[in-house]
């Protein structure tokens, strides 16, 4: 070590000695400070890191269930308008990220309060930390159903490597997108070929849900794929702050929403109607792992294992890499030391099985994280777009989601033909609206 850093690790801990010296090695995170405009990233970087998050096989799986649920033609319009939606609500968010060069936790800071923050970034981060654990059981669970290997083994070796991937920072989520999103393009496109070869494209436009029925209403399936990444696109300024610009952002999104997302969704989709297995189950053999799988050839069983760990280990690594810069901030820690601790935390939950509550989650989801972002856009767009951070709490913002969350879950239990997250979303935003007119009223 030479002197100039030896002086600058004079009164720091090992511990701080050794994220300093990690952060040279790897990158800066910026988890407590704006990136600065030298430390932005290309528009193809970006767009890699975004395009790996939704192109994945989960992602295949929803749109399996939303075709089992709906039949193929009304499940296409869901994905279709629910995508867009999609664009729209993390487009906006991205750019505020991009223009100000902060992650979710410090944009909410200025919303809901210095101190009120913790709320609305604790529960995101927790929550994406639950994905991380329900993916990496899905790896687990499907490499050992399907290879007769020990399922606590899989998992584990799964969450380590997405541990790992995720320590290296926003760089390692640009490399697993390099990896990841063309192997699902060359087997995505070769499954769909496949299965439309056997069937024609008439039978699954034809297809009309399991066994024939459609039991899942427009509004449900819109909630099943916008709260599929509602989580991950709230907090989208975690990774569009590294953005050059706003117009570097909205592409980066678009690649992701709708493009990958509807990519992956078409594609399990695809699948699911032209196979027309009943009562199939998309998380157990009935999806693109299992059907690639299924046909017997070693050398393709070699390459759907690989693709596998890796395709689950890009949005592994994605929902980490929030988690751990949102608990970072609140915890006044090192993005990379929180997503080991958190990263172990996981891999402990998702031995138990976590992911086989996959819709209930989804449903938690459309409830809860909505309202966040609707706030968020009302407040940076149209009534304080140059606020800074000026209070510990801001009462205003937690009503309007306490009310958009209330809503939802009304329209949930007795409306279920209604979109649950855009229930929240639109009543949570007109809510603050008004409370924050209300409020400049009587100021």
Not at 352 to 359: E, K, L, T
Request: aromatic share 10%; net charge neutral.
């Amino acid at each position: 070590m030479t002197n100039v850093d030896t002086k600058s690790h004079e009164g720091h801990s090992t511990l701080e000695i050794v994220e300093e010296d990690v952060d040279k090695l790897l990158g800066e995170e910026y988890e407590h400070v704006p990136v600065p405009a030298a430390a932005r990233r290309s528009l193809f970087s970006v767009t890699m890191v975004w395009l790996g998050f939704p192109m994945i096989i989960t992602g295949a799986m929803t749109g399996s269930l939303l075709v089992l649920g709906m039949g193929f033609k009304r499940a296409l319009l869901a994905m279709i308008i629910g995508n867009l939606l999609m664009f729209a609500y993390v487009g906006a968010l991205g750019v505020l990220g991009t223009r100000r060069g902060v992650n979710f936790a410090l944009l909410a800071s200025v919303v809901f309060g210095r101190k009120g923050y913790v709320f609305a970034s604790g529960l995101l981060s927790t929550l994406l930390l639950g994905w991380y654990a329900v993916q990496t059981g899905i790896t687990g669970a499907l490499v050992s159903s399907t290879y007769g290997l020990n399922y606590v083994l899989m998992t584990t070796i799964a969450g380590v490597l997405y541990i790992a991937i995720t320590f290296v920072g926003v760089r390692g989520l640009h490399w697993i997108g390099m990896v990841s999103v063309p192997l699902f393009v060359v087997l995505g496109l070769w499954v769909v070929g496949d299965v439309t070869a056997k069937v024609g494209v008439s039978a699954i436009l034809d297809y009309a849900g399991n066994n024939g029925t459609a039991t899942m209403s427009m509004g449900v399936g819109l909630t099943v794929v916008l709260a599929l990444f509602i989580d991950a696109g709230t907090v989208t300024a975690d990774f569009n702050r590294w953005a050059k610009d706003p117009k570097s952002s909205l592409i980066a999104t678009f690649s992701a929403f709708p493009f990958a997302n509807m990519v992956a969704m078409l594609v399990g989709g695809i699948m699911t109607a032209a196979l027309a297995v009943p009562n199939a189950n998309p998380f157990g053999n009935d999806n693109m792992f299992g059907y690639l799988n299924g046909m017997q050839l070693t050398w393709l069983s070699v390459l759907a294992f690989a693709f596998l760990y890796c395709n689950l280990g890009s949005v592994c690594s994605h929902c980490l890499y929030n988690a751990a810069t949102g608990w970072s901030r609140i915890v006044g820690s090192h993005m990379r030391l929180l997503a080991i601790i958190l990263g172990v935390i996981g891999i402990v939950v998702a031995a138990g099985n976590v992911w086989a509550f996959f819709i209930q989650w989804l449903s938690l989801l459309g409830i809860l994280v909505p309202p966040i972002g609707a706030i968020i856009l009302v407040d940076q767009y149209l009534l304080r777009p140059k606020a800074e951070i000026d209070a510990d709490w801001r009462g205003t913002a937690f009503l309007a989601w306490a009310v958009g969350s209330i809503v939802a879950f009304l329209v949930e239990e007795t409306a279920p033909f209604l979109s649950t997250a855009i229930s929240a979303a639109v009543v949570a935003a007109v809510a603050y609206w008004l409370l924050s007119q209300r409020g400049r009223a009587t100021a």
